[in-house]
């Protein structure tokens, strides 16, 4: 049942990425200024929500972890950061393709690309963190901690644009500014291209966690195979 | 219309499409491997009992 609620969504998750792709590519008219390029941004954006979603999920669950000790949160914890992780990825290199094109310049050390790039670093080291420590109890409680405080990161990231004069552009969607500043119909297909990266999210982090349920049998097989 | 700038925004989509297709691949993978794992130490453990 659970496996094929998860088929399920995963199959919306991919009809709609499909049908966004077919109407960004050949329904939605070019920008004024930056011509096609602009387009990479019905990706960069949504990725960058998508990762931040998943960070807050592994927020939430390191607190659980921390207040309830139930590994199953430490679990939820790790896979919301892998798969953030994977968007994350996707919105720093679009990004970095877009401004090849605008700026001339692959990259640029302002606040809210250097900012993205230690979010990155931060999370992965995270994961790296995880792979040092061998008892379950100490690497979950040692990630909690690390999780929470690398959320910083992505909130600086977030307020970047506002908090610095950066070369990455300002905010523009209508609920950060309280005003129509691009046209609403790129808008609508921003907030569908999200929810479809949304759901894929959500597929990934559900197998991930199941993988991560696998290995807990194996471990206890393992323990009990050492003993016989 | 400049034609690199039709070049790059390909290129960004492929990496959007591909960076997702090469985790989800690396996600299938990781599947099979613990599912062999798992399936190994249990015949293990039968034959051991």
Redesign the interface.
């Known amino acids: 049942m659970e496996k094929n609620i998860r088929i399920g969504i995963g199959a919306l998750a991919g009809l709609l990425l499909l049908r966004n792709l077919y109407v960004i590519l050949f329904n939605l008219p070019d920008e004024m200024a930056q011509g096609p390029i602009y387009r990479i941004f019905y990706y960069h954006l949504p990725a960058y929500f998508t990762a931040m979603c998943c960070y807050l999920t592994a927020l939430a669950a390191s607190v659980l972890y921390l207040t309830k000790r139930d590994l199953r949160y430490d679990a939820l914890a790790m896979a919301a950061t892998e798969v953030g992780l994977a968007f994350a990825a996707v919105n720093l290199i679009t990004g970095m393709i877009w401004g090849r094109v605008i700026w001339g310049i692959w990259w640029a050390w302002d606040a809210r690309l250097t900012w993205a790039l230690i979010c990155w670093l931060v999370y992965f080291g995270y994961l790296m963190l995880r792979q040092a420590i061998d008892d379950p109890s100490e690497r979950a409680k040692n990630s909690a901690v690390l999780s929470i405080f690398s959320f910083v990161s992505v909130a600086i990231t977030y307020k970047a644009i506002e908090w610095w004069r950066t070369q990455h552009p300002g905010p523009v969607l209508s609920f950060r500014t309280g005003k129509q500043l691009i046209d609403p119909e790129m808008e609508r297909m921003l907030f569908t291209n999200f929810l479809a990266l949304a759901l894929l999210a959500f597929v990934m982090v559900t197998v991930r966690l199941r993988q991560e349920d696998i290995q807990r049998q194996i471990d206890g097989l393992r323990r009990r195979a050492h003993a016989l | 219309?400049?034609s690199?700038?039709?070049q790059?925004?390909f290129?960004?989509?492929a990496?959007?499409w591909g960076?997702?297709a090469i985790?989800?691949v690396m996600?299938a993978a990781?599947?099979n491997r613990?599912?062999k794992?798992?399936e190994s130490?249990?015949r293990?453990?039968e034959d051991?009992?």
């Open positions: 219309m400049d690199r700038n039709i790059f925004m290129w960004g989509l990496v959007a960076l997702l985790y989800v996600l990781r599947e613990l599912q794992q798992l130490l249990k293990i453990l051991k009992q």
